[in-house]
DNA sequence: GTCGAAGGGG
DNA sequence: CCCCTTCGAC
């Protein structure tokens, strides 16, 4: 099984380039982020025409999630509170971050976790609640099955993920409590993929616009999978397809792909 | 000689199509309408590279013309006030819609004439006021040497150039009026090119993009070459190409050319 | 429908 | 740098 995680930033502008991919790359599953779009518009139909059952969880304009998958999902739900109640959720189901299926007895949940802006800021503090969040949604679901927990995380596990992590422990996406929050998924049991066969640096999943980061290699790995043991160690491959980055209007960030 | 006329709705989201035309059709003038952008900005390079010379007048985001010419063009000038002077100009060439030079001894004319709005509208009178200022300059050039006067015109001059004239002798690009004004042209001397070879109706230059009437082919002939009679008798051609219509993200109007 | 602008976001 | 929205224009 192959399933491949993707920000495409905006689903109605990346479509012929998503599409494309798909035929190159006919995973099981591709969860997608930030696709920027309500339900009702949605681009389903081209995704279904090439054999996918489609599951979106979208708003206007910012975040949103999707599932594209060759088999329908059982146990579907979108958001925490499905599992968590609107309790301990409060408004963080406000936000469109969060959608789950299980497939083959896998539990797949695909997040965007929130970009926190800048270390200190009002966004911060709302990225670190979104963890705990988070945390607890996931304590949940592992008394159930396997799962596959992947997205943009908007967080380098450690320096080998960032172009050049000098001065950057201060820096959204590096700081040591973002990293903290990584650890405490690890300690839930779930272990990053990418890192059971890939031990270097120098592998980015985003580079960013402004900077024209991408033609300079200034890139960061922030989209992840993380397995529970069982996946883990069937894990046979996963790696960073960078060809979508190189495109004509690219997404910022390209596709992970694991596979067991 | 092929001087072609084409309103390009924003020629640095055009650019792409214009040049693949230009390829195909190498006419000796190209004048364009619609630029929509500052004359520091206007996308010379691409088509300087093609052989052209460039000449634009431009503003942000509204009107703005240009002329590519094979050969460089003498006597250029823009706006009216070069010929008129301001006293009598007054404020009509704040909006950049006149751009004219010579070449092979043929004044070139390329308007952008105001599209009006609605009739009795504000800038209905002013679309009026526009074509009292135009044909001041015409008389002025008149005494000059043979003129090409080529542009948009929102005018359909009679009712073979609407798909369906039945209820438009109150609809803008079709009153009584603005017939007249460019009765007026022709009785300056100036006949329309496109007409010397085509008699029948159903050829269009513009469709509006909003009740998708290129599909049902709902267009109007609005773009024209009114040429004095020196140029007239010796045009061999005159057609509307409708082929950029048909491309993806296409201006709403596509190329007249006349050849003589 | 499509354009550019302006403003918010990353 | 690129996305989205809202706006006026045609």
Redesign the pocket.
């Known amino acids: 099984m192959q399933i491949a995680t993707w920000n495409v930033?905006?689903?109605?502008?990346?479509k012929e380039q998503v599409l494309a991919w798909l035929n190159e790359h006919p995973v099981d599953v591709l969860c997608l982020q930030e696709t920027?779009?309500?339900d009702r518009?949605f681009p389903r139909t081209p995704f279904e025409s090439l054999g996918y059952s489609v599951y979106v969880s979208g708003q206007?304009?910012?975040n949103g999630v999707a599932i594209f998958s060759k088999q329908p999902l059982d146990s579907f739900h979108c958001g925490f509170t499905p599992v968590l109640g609107e309790e301990i959720v409060g408004n963080y189901d406000e936000q469109k971050r969060v959608i789950s299926g299980v497939i083959d007895q896998v539990r797949i949940v695909n997040v965007y976790i929130?970009?926190?802006?800048s270390v200190g800021s009002e966004?911060y503090d709302y990225k670190m609640g979104w963890f705990e969040i988070l945390n607890q949604y996931l304590e949940k679901l592992l008394t159930e099955r396997e799962i596959c927990l992947c997205g943009d995380f908007?967080v380098a596990p450690d320096d080998r993920d960032i172009y050049d992590p000098t001065g950057k422990d201060n820096h959204?996406m590096a700081s040591p409590q973002e990293r903290s929050a990584i650890e405490a998924i690890k300690k839930l049991g779930f272990q990053d993929a990418f890192r059971k066969l890939n031990h270097e640096g120098g592998q980015y999943s985003w580079w960013?616009?402004?900077?024209?980061a991408f033609s300079k290699n200034r890139g960061w790995r922030i989209d992840h999978h993380f397995l529970t043991e069982g996946l883990y160690e069937k894990v046979s491959n996963c790696w960073i397809d960078i060809i979508p980055r190189q495109q004509e209007?690219?997404?910022?960030h390209t596709p992970v792909i694991v596979e067991f």
């Not at 930033?9 to 990346?14: A, F, K, L």
């Not at 960013?208 to 024209?212: K, N, P």
């Not at 209007?249 to 910022?252: E, T």
């Open positions: 930033n905006s689903i109605r502008t990346r920027k779009v309500i518009d206007k304009s910012y929130p970009n926190g802006s966004k908007n959204i960013d616009y402004r900077t024209r209007k690219p997404s910022d």
